[in-house]
C-alpha cells in the first residue's frame, strides 16, 4: 500500500509529539488542519480587495446590511453589533460605504430621531460579486475532495460544532 503524502501539518505535529507527550496528535492534526484551511481562505478573501478602493470591512458591513430582512436596512447600532465593532468604527465604514455609494443615510420618516442604512444598488452588485467570489474560492479549496467525501467531512464536523455548542 502506498504511503499517504506528508503536508506541513504532519510535520508540525511530528515535531511537537516529541516535546508534548500528552498532546494527541489526531486532535492536533485536525485543528492545526482546520486552522491552516481558514487562514488560506481568509488571505484570499483578504487579497481579492488589494489594489482597489474597497475594504473587506465595507463588504463585512454591507453583508450584515443585506441579510436584514425586506427591506434590507437597518441602524448604526445594529450593523455594529452585527459586526462586532465600536458604533464610532461602524460610523467609519458607513461613511466611506456612502461616499462609495454603496449605501445611502437617511433619516427614519417614523421616527426622525433614528438613522436608516440601505444598500444601494451599487452596494448590492458589490456585495453579490464578493460572495461569488469566496464561493468561487471555498469551491476550489475543497475541490480536491469527492462530493461523497465532502459530505462525511461535513458529518464529522457538524458532530464536533453540535458537541462544541452543547447539543451533541
Not at 463588504?59 to 446590511?65: D, E, P, Q, R, S
Not at 465593532?85 to 430621531?113: F, K, Y
Not at 436608516?116 to 475541490?143: V, Y
Request: with cysteine; glycine share 6%.
Amino acid at each position: 500500500m502506498a504511503r499517504a503524502r506528508q503536508d506541513s501539518v504532519d510535520r508540525h505535529v511530528a515535531r511537537w509529539s516529541g516535546l508534548l507527550e500528552d498532546m494527541d496528535p489526531e486532535v492536533e492534526g485536525a485543528v492545526t488542519r482546520m486552522q491552516a484551511i481558514t487562514k488560506r481562505l481568509r488571505a484570499g478573501h483578504h487579497a481579492s480587495y488589494a489594489g482597489t478602493d474597497d475594504t473587506i470591512e465595507d463588504h463585512h458591513t454591507l453583508h450584515a446590511l443585506m441579510i436584514q430582512p425586506y427591506p434590507e436596512e437597518a441602524t448604526p447600532a445594529q450593523l455594529a453589533d452585527a459586526c462586532g465593532v465600536t458604533r464610532a468604527a461602524m460610523t467609519s465604514r458607513l461613511d466611506r460605504l456612502v461616499q462609495r455609494g454603496h449605501a445611502t443615510r437617511e433619516v427614519d420618516p417614523v421616527d426622525r430621531r433614528r438613522i436608516l442604512i440601505r444598500p444601494t444598488t451599487s452596494g448590492r452588485t458589490f456585495w453579490e460579486k464578493g460572495i461569488e467570489a469566496g464561493m468561487a474560492r471555498e469551491q476550489a479549496a475543497f475541490s480536491s475532495l469527492t462530493a461523497k467525501e465532502l459530505v462525511a467531512l461535513n458529518v464529522l464536523l457538524r458532530k464536533v460544532v453540535l458537541h462544541l455548542e452543547g447539543d451533541g
